[in-house]
């Protein structure tokens, strides 16, 4: 609540106020079902349309981030600074990553496309350490199971 919020967001209610300080506390890039899911236990009334309403405001506003990928719910990341994202294939998660080819991007993508650009949204896709170890542990009885009978791990399910 300091001046210089007052000054840029003059309109900032208090639900939007408790939505922004939600969401830049998770660093895990959250859907509004999941933001709305966690407001809801210290404010009992807000509404999910209320929730998808101060998103979208806070978003073009330029105070947060909107990550849309095709086919999948929105994800909002209270970082509006440039930064790149890394993806999780299996549970959608998104977490913020260095980086690292900042220096690469030079002229080529006007010149590519004709288009003045305005921004650019590095996202990585992979697995994620948690749905990593979900399937490790879940690959390990299994591959016990298939090589049951004779063979003991002489076979590697996946081609190295
Ligand atoms: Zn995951
Ligand atoms: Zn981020």
Excluded: W
């Excluded at 106020?17 to 009992?44: C, I, K, W």
């Excluded at 299996?90 to 690292?100: H, L, N, P, Q, S």
């Amino acid at each position: 609540m300091t001046t210089k919020e007052k000054i840029i967001f003059p309109r900032m209610t208090r639900q939007r106020e408790m939505l922004l300080s939600e969401l830049m506390s998770l660093d895990t890039h959250p859907t509004a079902d999941e933001l709305f899911e966690r407001l809801r236990r210290r404010l009992p009334h807000i509404s999910l349309a209320t929730v998808y309403r101060n998103l979208e405001g806070l978003a073009a506003s330029g105070r947060i981030r909107k990550l849309e990928t095709c086919g999948r719910q929105a994800r909002y990341d209270g970082n509006a600074t440039p930064h790149a994202h890394v993806r999780c294939v299996r549970c959608g998660r998104i977490d913020d990553v260095e980086d690292v080819v900042a220096g690469c991007a030079g002229p080529l993508p006007r010149e590519l496309s004709g288009y003045e650009i305005l921004g650019r949204h590095i996202e990585f896709d992979g697995v994620c350490p948690r749905c990593r170890f979900c399937e490790e542990q879940s690959d390990n009885p299994k591959n016990e199971v298939i090589f049951h009978n004779g063979t003991e791990k002489t076979q590697k399910p996946e081609g190295g």
